[in-house]
């Protein structure tokens, strides 16, 4: 199950919201406050700056569990620049089983979202404090980066894959993070 970021806030919140507890009665340092003031739209305002993510580049991918002889596991999807520069410059390529130069074979294909690997590089530490409950925390300074993931000539399967990246050496220098590949009925 996934952990939910502020569980604990959120769980205070709804009790005193359903105990009728006016909280803006209570103290203002109260990290519950700053959640609530957060969380009604009364709290600081977040600004988020976000990389430019380049152009549109198609590559293909095999998705898992299908044969690698049936074409209609051969699937062209688009993918950033950003990101496709920083794959084209790790050691470990091959894990990810993207085919970026021929794509004569893949398919496109609307429903098909592909699994992907989010990369963030293991950058220095350093203070920061939450806009939303005022605490302060270690951030990680490095990029981050989504990287699309399909089946290999070797590895057929998702958690396969998933635990290929995360016994090669791209685990000692990045965390790493997947979700699965997804068929949409659109």
Request: charged share 25%; aromatic share 10%.
């Amino acid at each position: 199950m996934a952990r939910k970021r502020f569980s604990d806030l959120e769980r205070v919140y709804d009790a005193l919201k359903l105990a009728k507890v006016d909280i803006s009665t209570l103290p203002a340092n109260l990290d519950i406050r700053k959640y609530a003031d957060w969380k009604e739209g009364e709290g600081p305002e977040r600004t988020i700056t976000r990389p430019d993510l380049g152009d549109s580049v198609n590559a293909g991918i095999i998705a898992f569990g299908l044969p690698d002889t049936n074409a209609a596991a051969k699937i062209q999807f688009t993918w950033n620049t950003r990101a496709r520069t920083y794959f084209d410059g790790l050691a470990n390529k091959s894990l990810f089983g993207i085919e970026a130069t021929t794509l004569t074979d893949y398919n496109e294909n609307g429903s098909f979202v592909p699994a992907k690997v989010n990369l963030t590089v293991k950058g220095s530490k350093v203070s920061a404090i939450s806009d939303i409950t005022g605490r302060k925390y270690q951030k990680n300074q490095g990029a981050s980066y989504t990287i699309p993931l399909g089946q290999t000539a070797t590895v057929k399967y998702f958690q396969e894959a998933v635990q290929g990246l995360l016994d090669s050496a791209i685990a000692s220098t990045h965390f790493i993070s997947a979700s699965p590949e997804e068929w949409r009925r659109d």
